[in-house]
């Protein structure tokens, strides 16, 4: 099975790919435009600023091709903020995969913390993305800006108010959170989607 790595100027490329050869898997790290076509599985992983990223997905033509792919693709963090709509992050129009708006987090209270840093709970989660999920199980999270629930949300949780955790539409699927830095349960996601 071919699994593609998308590179471009993201930070956690390597600790994605460090996380699927755990799993046995050898990843191909690329931004040539017939491999990502041709691979099984593509991950589009991100730790950035959205603004400054997209510019440069629509300088490469990256964004095109994402939009396009027709295999079962999974974002991760910023690459999940940048397959929506618009981001409040730089004001930046993202790809529009998913019809929703990346917010910022305003903080209510004096504990809260921005950015929501740490472990938290997956609630209300479905498709086969969390198969063999039968409790609330705790993952990774790093990130100042959130995407509200919404018709695409497949997980949830909870950090100043409800947000979504995970999404999916089509061959798209996309977590918040960081399940190569998620230890038994991110592997856990990694392989339900190697088997999508």
């Not at 991110?186 to 999508?196: A, Q, S, T």
Request: hydrophobic fraction near 40%; aromatic fraction near 10%.
């Amino acid at each position: 099975m071919g699994i593609a790595i998308i590179k471009y100027n993201a930070g956690n490329i390597r600790s994605v790919d460090y996380a699927l050869k755990r799993l046995g898997v050898e990843a191909l790290i690329t931004a040539d435009k017939q491999e990502l076509m041709v691979a099984d599985k593509v991950i589009f992983p991100g730790v950035g600023e959205a603004e400054t990223t997209m510019k440069h997905l629509r300088e490469t033509g990256l964004d095109e091709i994402i939009k396009n792919l027709g295999q079962p693709v999974l974002g991760i963090c910023v690459g999940m903020q940048l397959m929506c709509r618009h981001s409040e992050e730089g004001n930046a129009d993202c790809m529009g995969i998913f019809e929703a708006e990346v917010k910022r987090f305003i903080p209510e209270k004096q504990v809260d913390k921005v950015p929501h840093m740490g472990w938290n709970t997956l609630l209300n989660t479905k498709t086969g993305l969390f198969e063999g999920f039968s409790r609330e199980e705790f993952v990774y999270f790093v990130h100042s800006y959130y995407v509200p629930v919404n018709e695409y949300t497949i997980a949830d949780t909870e950090y100043i108010l409800p947000f979504s955790a995970a999404l999916h539409k089509d061959n798209f699927y996309a977590t918040q959170f960081h399940p190569e830095k998620s230890g038994i349960v991110g592997e856990r996601i990694l392989k339900n989607f190697l088997k999508l």
